[in-house]
């Protein structure tokens, strides 16, 4: 079956931050319509739904189609992580390739329990993943004292400053970097809070390496992409943004500690001199090559991470992404800008479908004063090994 899918139209609720007040319904109302207006469509043209981010903090996908008063005949709902941005979309993108579904809403919303989700902090059922039998797939075993996300990143972060001899002043240029994208995005949190390299390195270390700055902005907000087959994007008078190639997450031992590479030997996963390979299904899908991407946007809740991608996808060898980030900056007049919205450390964590909508506004030559000259194919890389290709090109 070959891959026919389209984003059509972008939406995100009016605005994202703490204390909006707004419940997670009301924020993904909000991104829903708008998502409908960019793309000029009446709700009655949605027929398939994903969402991955459940009650009580998100929407269940059954809630959501309700209070929408949606009639749609395929949906999914899908783990909530924002390790599930490219499985989403590229079930979306294989949806309507199928014929399962004409046109799909992509839809997120999240509260953190720094904001609206406070409200929730007497029914949180959660249980940290690291309550897990063998640990969670961040690094961490609580009963050993290292619960959750941030043990994981902060492991992985030390090990790559020791194995490669990175500093703190390496994993300053890519907050810095995040925020100087920040001060020219309106949406973003910290679109006012710009940082130097000098502010950076006065923070205090808060979990191993890792300062206030290397972690993302949790926040309350939602968005939509509604993806279509391009037969019916060529009907409708928007931009033509193309679901080129989709690669999804990879899973074993090499692939189990998520803040981490192949090769660091984190957690579970075997040390071993890590290269990348040298191509990857999704290019062949796109049509591509790795050196045909004009920027790349990675999944950044801490900001080693965009080191780790980097690696991941051979825009550099092991243990030589720092210096790349440093000595050529990711800014959108460098080789290979990063992240031009902002990413989870500057605009929010979105779950990383704010970057999937940046890539649309850049595609669209939307992006205003962060806009990237010439661009035709934008990829997302994470660390663990899904992608997306955008392009703008019809096929």
């Given at each position: 079956?070959?891959?026919?899918?389209?984003?059509?139209?972008?939406?995100?609720?009016?605005?994202?931050?703490?204390?909006?007040?707004?419940?997670?319904?009301?924020?993904?109302?909000?991104?829903?319509?708008?998502?409908?207006?960019?793309?000029?469509?009446?709700?009655?043209?949605?027929d398939g739904f994903?969402?991955?981010?459940?009650?009580?903090?998100?929407?269940?996908?059954?809630?959501?189609?309700?209070?929408?008063?949606?009639?749609?005949?395929?949906?999914?709902?899908?783990?909530?992580?924002?390790?599930?941005?490219?499985?989403?979309?590229?079930?979306?993108?294989?949806?309507?390739?199928?014929?399962?579904?004409?046109?799909?809403?992509?839809?997120?919303?999240?509260?953190?329990?720094?904001?609206?989700?406070?409200?929730?902090?007497?029914?949180?059922?959660?249980?940290?993943?690291?309550?897990?039998?063998?640990?969670?797939?961040?690094?961490?075993?609580?009963?050993?004292?290292?619960?959750?996300?941030?043990?994981?990143?902060?492991?992985?972060?030390?090990?790559?400053?020791?194995?490669?001899?990175?500093?703190?002043?390496?994993?300053?240029?890519?907050?810095?970097?995040?925020?100087?994208?920040?001060?020219?995005?309106?949406?973003?949190?910290?679109?006012?809070?710009?940082?130097?390299?000098?502010?950076?390195?006065?923070?205090?270390?808060?979990?191993?390496?890792?300062?206030?700055?290397?972690?993302?902005?949790?926040?309350?907000?939602?968005?939509?992409?509604?993806?279509?087959?391009?037969?019916?994007?060529?009907?409708?008078?928007?931009?033509?943004?193309?679901?080129?190639?989709?690669?999804?997450?990879?899973?074993?031992?090499?692939?189990?500690?998520?803040?981490?590479?192949?090769?660091?030997?984190?957690?579970?996963?075997?040390?071993?001199?890590?290269?990348?390979?040298?191509?990857?299904?999704?290019?062949?899908?796109?049509?591509?090559?790795?050196?045909?991407i004009d920027a790349?946007?990675?999944?950044?809740?801490?900001?080693?991470?965009?080191?780790?991608?980097?690696?991941?996808?051979?825009?550099?060898?092991?243990?030589?992404?720092?210096?790349?980030?440093?000595?050529?900056?990711?800014?959108?007049?460098?080789?290979?800008?990063?992240?031009?919205?902002?990413?989870?450390?500057?605009?929010?964590?979105?779950?990383g479908y704010g970057?999937?909508?940046?890539?649309?506004?850049?595609?669209?030559?939307?992006?205003?004063?962060?806009?990237?000259?010439?661009?035709?194919?934008?990829?997302?890389?994470?660390?663990?090994?899904?992608?997306?290709?955008?392009?703008?090109?019809?096929?």
């Amino acid at each position: 079956m070959p891959l026919d899918a389209c984003i059509i139209g972008i939406g995100t609720s009016h605005t994202i931050g703490l204390d909006l007040e707004r419940t997670p319904l009301t924020l993904q109302s909000e991104a829903f319509h708008a998502a409908l207006d960019d793309a000029g469509l009446e709700k009655s043209a949605i027929d398939g739904f994903i969402t991955a981010r459940g009650a009580p903090y998100g929407v269940d996908y059954d809630e959501f189609v309700i209070a929408a008063g949606l009639d749609v005949r395929w949906v999914s709902q899908l783990w909530s992580h924002g390790r599930w941005t490219a499985s989403a979309i590229s079930q979306a993108a294989l949806a309507v390739s199928a014929g399962v579904a004409d046109c799909v809403a992509v839809t997120n919303a999240h509260v953190s329990e720094r904001g609206y989700g406070r409200h929730f902090s007497s029914i949180n059922n959660r249980l940290d993943e690291s309550y897990r039998d063998g640990g969670g797939p961040y690094g961490g075993w609580s009963v050993h004292g290292s619960p959750g996300a941030g043990t994981g990143a902060a492991m992985v972060a030390q090990q790559y400053l020791d194995r490669y001899g990175a500093t703190a002043a390496d994993l300053a240029a890519v907050a810095v970097g995040h925020r100087r994208h920040a001060a020219r995005n309106p949406l973003a949190l910290l679109h006012d809070t710009p940082l130097t390299t000098e502010e950076y390195l006065a923070e205090a270390e808060v979990m191993g390496p890792l300062r206030k700055s290397d972690i993302c902005q949790m926040i309350d907000g939602a968005t939509t992409l509604l993806v279509t087959t391009s037969e019916r994007a060529a009907d409708l008078d928007v931009p033509f943004v193309r679901i080129a190639g989709i690669q999804g997450i990879h899973a074993g031992r090499d692939n189990y500690v998520f803040f981490s590479r192949p090769g660091l030997g984190s957690g579970v996963s075997p040390e071993y001199d890590y290269v990348a390979p040298q191509s990857s299904p999704v290019y062949a899908m796109a049509g591509i090559s790795r050196s045909d991407i004009d920027a790349l946007f990675l999944y950044d809740p801490f900001a080693h991470m965009v080191w780790m991608a980097l690696e991941r996808w051979g825009f550099c060898g092991a243990g030589e992404a720092a210096a790349l980030v440093r000595d050529q900056g990711m800014d959108i007049d460098s080789p290979l800008p990063i992240n031009t919205n902002g990413g989870l450390l500057a605009e929010g964590h979105l779950f990383g479908y704010g970057h999937i909508i940046e890539m649309t506004r850049q595609l669209r030559g939307a992006a205003g004063d962060r806009q990237i000259d010439g661009v035709t194919a934008l990829q997302w890389a994470n660390g663990w090994g899904d992608s997306l290709i955008l392009t703008n090109e019809r096929a």
